[in-house]
């Protein structure tokens, strides 16, 4: 059988490829999460790239399709569900090659068993661990399943394992392997043998956004005591200005009767269009004309100011939510009345 044509091409040349037919938007939020010599190879690439047929751009992006399909498909059933899923889309051989082309780099993440687990079993199973090794299984959880098993533990330990958890950087795939194995991992020999990054502040952020906001506080009381830096930048991160678009017409009222003018406009200046109409839609039509004006007529503005005046505005609300004058949306679709 011949070779297609982007058989014939290398990896990173479909990269290069696949950057150029997505545009220049979409390729600069791929850079962000790419090492800095992928993005200088990249961009050599893209620069002594000259002519691409419709042929070759439409057989990458169709490659590139398949691929995201088959990690979606195995991140929801394993590698057997998606190699079962693609053969029916695709027939078996193409779904040999492009679960061929994943796995000589695909990362099984370690307790992927525990994952599929109900919590209230999990918890029963490592309640009485280290809390060094429940800080390290939480570590790979989703933030609903962790919520509810830190919510579970005594009060003299939620934010002990919080507190690992922030500032878990890297743990030895040894220690990770030896975990599993008391856990009964089948997947102990899938363990990523380089250094693996989990934990730290992002990943209790988000436990801490999704328990109950009784749990929250006495966690974030007790850090404020033995870690205090580290609470001060849990905190900064547990609310974000974007995140405003959680709360209610009643409640965005609430917090615009307390928010200064000039700093709202400096908020806006750096916020998205949804931020802005779900803001400009709960002041009256003069006073959001007023704003709009204030924003247009201020020029360019520093992103340092920008996120002092969000912040200021996020303070105000977690002010009210704690006085109980807001309510937040958490996660799961449930309404926590703080």
């Known amino acids: 059988m011949a070779k297609s044509s982007e058989e014939r091409i290398t990896g990173l040349q479909k990269a290069a490829i696949l950057l150029i037919a997505l545009g220049p938007e979409k390729s600069s939020l791929i850079f962000k999460h790419l090492k800095d010599e992928e993005i200088e190879e990249l961009t050599l690439e893209i620069a002594n790239t000259r002519t ?3 042929q070759i751009t439409e057989e990458v992006m169709e490659e590139f ?39 000589a780099s695909l990362q099984v993440k370690p307790f992927e068993f525990v994952r599929k687990t109900d919590p209230s079993q999990l918890l029963n199973f490592i ?66 043998q380089d250094f693996t990054i989990i934990g730290g502040v992002d990943a209790v952020v988000e436990i801490l956004n999704t328990v109950d906001r009784g749990t929250e506080k006495h966690i974030m009381e007790t850090l404020e005591i033995e870690e ?38 400096i908020a806006l200046k750096g916020s998205n269009e949804e931020v ?4 400009f839609n709960n002041m009256s039509k003069r006073l959001a004309v007023m704003i709009k004006e204030d924003m247009e007529f201020m020029g360019p503005v520093r992103m340092k100011d920008v996120e002092e005046a969000q912040q200021k505005i996020v303070n105000i609300i977690r002010k009210l939510e704690d006085s109980a004058e807001i309510v937040i949306s958490r996660g799961g679709g449930d309404e926590i009345v703080v």
């Open 52 to 54: 691409i047929t419709p």
């Open 65 to 103: 399709y398949q691929v995201c399909l088959a990690q979606q498909y195995i991140a929801e059933g394993g590698i057997n569900y998606a190699k079962e899923v693609l053969e029916k889309s695709f027939g078996a051989e193409r779904a040999r090659d492009v679960i061929g082309k994943l796995t």
């Open 127 to 192: 309640q009485d661990e280290h809390p060094q090794t429940i800080a390290l299984i939480l570590s790979y959880l989703s933030a609903a399943q962790s919520a509810l098993i830190i919510s579970a533990l005594p009060p003299d330990r939620q934010a002990d394992v919080a507190k690992r958890i922030a500032v878990m950087d890297r743990t030895s795939p040894d220690i990770i392997k030896e975990v599993e194995k008391v856990l009964e991992s089948k997947l102990a020999s899938l363990a990523n």
């Open 228 to 265: 205090p830096e580290l609470a001060d930048e849990i905190r900064k991160k547990m609310f974000v200005f974007e995140d405003i678009l959680l709360l209610d017409d009643r409640a965005i009222q609430r917090v615009l009767r307390d928010v200064d003018n000039s700093d709202l406009a």
């Open 276 to 279: 802005q109409n779900a803001i």
